[in-house]
């Protein structure tokens, strides 16, 4: 089935600096890759997606990379606020599992 | 438009136990997950319900079981309850685009705790 790793599972950046999370995927079938954004005591919530057919989406201070040869995707924040602050997750839609396979999280803390 | 509504908020059950939980969908969304949360870890896929129908299981042992109403509400039921249950319980909904997966918008969760 489907495995997704990301990294690094902890980030701080002071605020207005950028901050990286990177996701790889096991699973050459799949072709959706969402990010949710994760605050204490809520459920996920969905920050930005992006298909396979697509290498890049962006949405004001969000953006997403997708490499398909190389099996990896990434979310990058610019000009990041002490509100970005939350555990962040990846995950990837594959269509011969018919499932969404999230990563282990990416706690990301913007200190003031 | 009312979001995706989760209830109890919190549960504490003994092992050996069954336990209920209960997921209201989105307005207009037909098709229901469910995930297991643990503390510190990325949601597990359990379930999915589409139409009254499981559309889709993870790697959970029949012991966790679902439903899903005619108006798309859904039920996830534990049978038998043991130790490593404890976690948050997630319930996603989404609405239907031919051909594409659909985006999945989450519910606050259901913390269960079994002693």
């Known amino acids: 089935g489907e495995n997704v790793e990301q990294h690094p599972s902890t980030l701080s950046v002071q605020e207005g600096d950028s901050a990286v999370i990177k996701c790889t995927y096991s699973?050459?079938?799949?072709?959706?890759f969402p990010w949710y954004k994760q605050e204490l005591g809520k459920g996920p919530q969905l920050i930005i997606d992006?298909?396979?057919?697509?290498g890049e989406k962006k949405d004001q201070r969000i953006a997403v990379t997708l490499n398909k040869t190389a099996k990896h995707f990434s979310l990058h924040i610019t000009e990041t606020q002490p509100e970005d602050s939350a555990a962040y997750f990846c995950a990837a839609f594959s269509g011969s599992a018919r499932q969404l396979t999230f990563g282990s999280g990416t706690q990301l803390t913007v200190l003031p | 438009e009312t979001g995706v509504t989760q209830s109890p908020t919190h549960l504490i059950k003994t092992r050996g136990q069954q336990v209920t939980l209960r997921c209201s969908s989105q307005?207009?969304?037909?098709?229901v997950s469910w995930y297991q949360q643990a503390l510190g870890q990325g949601p597990q896929f359990i379930f999915q319900y589409y139409r009254e129908e499981e559309n889709g299981r993870g790697n959970f042992p029949p012991r966790f079981s679902g439903l899903q109403f005619p108006n798309y509400s859904s039920e996830l039921n534990v049978n038998a309850l043991e130790l490593d249950d404890s976690a948050l319980y997630l319930c996603?909904?989404?609405?239907?685009?031919?051909?594409?997966?659909?985006?999945?918008?989450f519910g606050p969760g259901t913390r269960l705790t079994v002693l």
């Open positions: 996603a909904s989404s609405g239907t685009r031919r051909g594409l997966h659909n985006e999945q918008f």
């Open positions: 699973d050459s079938a799949s072709n959706y």
């Open positions: 307005s207009g969304h037909n098709t």
């Open positions: 992006i298909r396979s057919n697509v």
